[in-house]
């Protein structure tokens, strides 16, 4: 089986690790909808999803700086330039302090500002306030933590990336309840469970370099702009795919607001939180990868690279009719679950929501691939195009226009179009790239044409 599909083993280690990181890092927000659903009922899951594009922005910011920094790092060291590998960590580290001192300004001077600009009104005004400032202060533990787990994971290490991220959930978890019921801080509780929880996954990380398990260290360095804008290039997909989403659920929240109140987004509340889940997956197999698709890009392996493709396609293939089939079939349970004052106008919306919504996460498994996966190679651009189109240019206009005529159901429907169509433009510039890939192969000498023994790390 390992000499007939030699990239397989590794794919299921990075993958299934990551996935398992990444679900625990998505327990940050559900844990939050959960306990603040039970002990703060409507308002709570409103002042909440109100707040929530705050926080994608900050793990946008995260995100680009682990995975741009990740991808070049992992190239150079498959390259064989350790010297340049590690510059790129030191270099990705200042950025990380001097973008994380932005969120905290923004955080201690203009959060109430920022809870007007979200539309918050009286009734929900001063949680959301409070939820925003304290998340915007503790923006340093989310980006270093997620920077740390990204590195830590490239440099050879998934298994404790994995475990930094997965007991930090859980640490998350169990704060949660402690500091929302027993301690009756209600949402100053669960926003600062949220926060503390990476830091223990910053400390986890620290491991990596205290058992000295790989080369990575923080080195003196040059800071070129070359490097600086390679590693923000390389992460801009991952930073636009959370800005947008932070934009689009600002869309959702203000045009929701004005059908259905803050009832309707309690109920958007619940369908995306567990939407943020579903896709954390998704993220958990295209992040999964990302370290062997780059070590192929470095050997410039393409059948390694082709290969890990079409794994990690069937994967959430596979994975997300799976997800779609359960949702539909317990929506109305499901929803149960965060309806603590069992509202039924808040049931209605959500669950028949979630039966629309989430086909278009069968579409947006295969839209984080693509997307991933042209990063991964150093094609910033394709990927770059991928997160723009259906994050921005399609979807908000497909809301206004949808919901003008059909509601809610417009609502739910412009997300699940909107995936459909990017996934089928994602599609075509693969083709378009694969076939000038292999046309340039031709064009050059047969010796590199037969790619070396596959080396994954185990």
């Not at 000499?3 to 990444?22: C, D, R, W």
């Not at 070359?226 to 997909?237: D, E, H, I, N, R």
Request: glycine share 8%; net charge positive; proline share 4%.
């Amino acid at each position: 089986m390992t000499e007939k599909h030699p990239y397989l083993k590794p794919f299921a280690k990075y993958v299934m690790l990551n996935v398992l990181g990444m679900l625990g890092l998505s327990c940050y927000i559900l844990a939050d909808t959960f306990f603040i659903s039970k002990g703060l009922g409507t308002l709570g899951l409103t002042a909440l999803n109100l707040a929530l594009p705050v926080f994608s922005f900050i793990q946008g910011v995260s995100l680009m700086l682990g995975v741009g920094g990740g991808i070049k790092y992992a190239v150079a060291k498959a390259s064989g330039d350790q010297k340049s590998a590690n510059s790129t960590f030191t270099v990705t580290l200042v950025l990380s302090a001097v973008l994380s001192l932005i969120f905290v300004l923004l955080g201690a001077l203009a959060s109430r500002p920022l809870t007007t600009f979200l539309k918050a009104d009286s009734e929900v005004f001063e949680m959301t306030h409070q939820y925003l400032k304290v998340i915007l202060i503790f923006a340093p533990a989310f980006i270093f933590s997620n920077v740390f787990a990204s590195f830590v994971r490239n440099d050879g290490n998934p298994r404790l990336a994995m475990f930094a991220t997965l007991f930090g959930s859980l640490f998350n978890i169990v704060m949660d309840y402690v500091l929302i019921f027993p301690c009756c801080l209600g949402i100053l509780g669960a926003v600062l469970a949220t926060c503390i929880a990476p830091i223990t996954g910053i400390v986890i990380c620290g491991f990596h370099w205290i058992l000295k398990k790989g080369p990575l260290r923080v080195a003196k360095t040059d800071f070129k702009p070359k490097t600086v804008f390679s590693v923000l290039g390389l992460g801009l997909p991952s930073l636009v795919t959370e800005f947008a989403g932070g934009i689009v659920m600002i869309v959702f929240n203000s045009v929701i607001l004005d059908l259905e109140g803050n009832v309707g987004v309690s109920a958007y509340s619940v369908v995306a939180n567990i939407a943020f889940v579903v896709l954390s997956m998704y993220s958990g197999v295209a992040q999964g990868v990302q370290p062997l698709l780059s070590e192929a890009h470095g050997r410039k392996d393409l059948k390694a690279k082709d290969t890990l493709l079409k794994y990690s396609l069937l994967t959430v293939g596979v994975v997300s009719s799976v997800i779609y089939v359960f949702i539909a079939a317990f929506a109305p349970e499901i929803t149960a679950i965060f309806n603590s004052e069992n509202n039924i106008r808040l049931a209605e919306i959500a669950s028949f929501g979630m039966i629309i919504y989430f086909i278009g996460s069968i579409f947006a498994s295969g839209n984080a691939i693509f997307s991933t996966y042209f990063a991964s190679i150093e094609k910033p651009i394709p990927s770059q195009a991928i997160t723009i189109l259906k994050g921005l240019v399609i979807i908000i206009p497909f809301i206004y226009l949808f919901s003008h005529f059909m509601g809610m159901t417009g609502v739910w429907l412009a997300y699940v179009l909107t995936e459909l169509i990017v996934l089928v433009m994602a599609v075509a510039i693969y083709i378009l790239f694969r076939k000038r890939t292999k046309k340039k192969l031709l064009e050059e000498s047969t010796a590199e044409d037969t790619p070396e023994e596959v080396t994954f790390e185990n």
